[in-house]
């Protein structure tokens, strides 16, 4: 029985690729485009309902959480996140691009914080049990972060309610 | 989660820490980069197809699966899904370098609103009506 759905499941994707390659696939957005290419290498992106959270190092630079105001299509300003003592891994914004969650590397450790755009304020999130955090994901709603994060070997999850 | 030694996206209700069903996410492992939109009816992730990373959406309301076809030269290596499904952020691997690309949905999915949110004219300007 499984071995018979594979080749079905593998079957539906090629076609729907096909049928998919005719209607055009994906619409490039070329303005947004053109903006993030100008801020240099990117990763991490996340989307909230507007605004688009990325980390983007231009010409080897160190790299910055940047945040994307869509209607403006320009960088808004992060006072107090970006530092020149730490490093972004990556970043998660909530739909109303006022929470952004980020893990980053700091004096050779790995810290998760909390940075409030319209307090200009970076809260650091406690990890408990102790463990290291890799990822994050912000929901929409700002109120939950889920973290992966790494104990004793062990890549978990974690759910913080947010205040 | 890792299950059988290969990284499989899960489905979790909060409320009741029920595992929903997945129906087209059985294979193609390792999975990757799993994102919601609102209501959590889209879930958009990387899945492995052939020697490929292959950009999928499953539409949990209609039980469809969209692949989503990158342009020529695009490796996809993490996403984003806005909130209402109607924009797709990537990080992607192209000529040797990485940058973020982000598309529009529109014409593939319907919006999944948040309650009390009414849908409204878009344009490139709205990363999401």
């Keep these: 029985?499984?071995?018979h759905r594979k080749p079905l499941w593998t079957g539906g994707l090629l076609l729907t690729l096909l049928l998919?390659?005719?209607q055009g696939g994906l619409r490039p957005l070329?303005?947004?485009?053109?903006?993030?290419?100008?801020?240099?290498?990117?990763?991490s992106p996340s989307l909230g309902s507007g605004w688009l959270a990325l980390i983007a190092s231009r010409d080897g630079g160190r790299p910055q959480v940047q945040l994307i105001d869509g209607q403006r299509q320009l960088p808004v300003p992060l006072p107090g996140l970006n530092r020149a003592d730490s490093l972004p891994i990556q970043v998660s914004v909530d739909a109303r691009g006022e929470h952004l969650a980020v893990v980053r590397q700091r004096d050779d450790r790995t810290e998760l914080v909390l940075y409030r755009r319209s307090l200009m304020a970076v809260q650091p999130l406690a990890i408990e049990p102790a463990g290291v955090p890799r990822q994050v994901s912000l929901s929409a709603d700002g109120r939950v972060l889920a973290v992966e994060v790494s104990r004793g070997g062990l890549w978990q999850i974690d759910l913080l309610e947010l205040p | 989660m890792e299950r059988g030694g290969r990284t499989t996206v899960l489905l979790q209700e909060r409320s009741s820490g029920r595992v929903l069903p997945l129906r087209h996410l059985r294979d193609h492992q390792p999975h990757s980069s799993p994102a919601l939109s609102w209501n959590g009816r889209y879930l958009a992730l990387l899945v492995q197809q052939g020697g490929r990373r292959q950009a999928v959406i499953e539409d949990?309301?209609?039980?469809?699966?969209?692949?989503?076809?990158?342009?020529?030269g695009l490796e996809p290596r993490r996403l984003s899904l806005a909130p209402d499904g109607q924009r797709l952020a990537l990080e992607v691997i192209a000529g040797g370098g990485q940058r973020v690309e982000l598309f529009d949905l529109s014409g593939l999915l319907e919006p999944d609103l948040a309650p009390g949110q009414r849908q409204s004219g878009g344009g490139e300007g709205a990363l999401q009506p």
């Design chain 1, 1 to 3: 029985m499984r071995s």
């Design chain 1, 20 to 22: 998919q390659g005719c």
């Design chain 1, 30 to 43: 070329p303005n947004l485009n053109q903006q993030l290419a100008r801020l240099g290498s990117g990763q």
């Design chain 2, 60 to 72: 949990r309301a209609t039980g469809r699966l969209q692949p989503l076809l990158l342009p020529m």
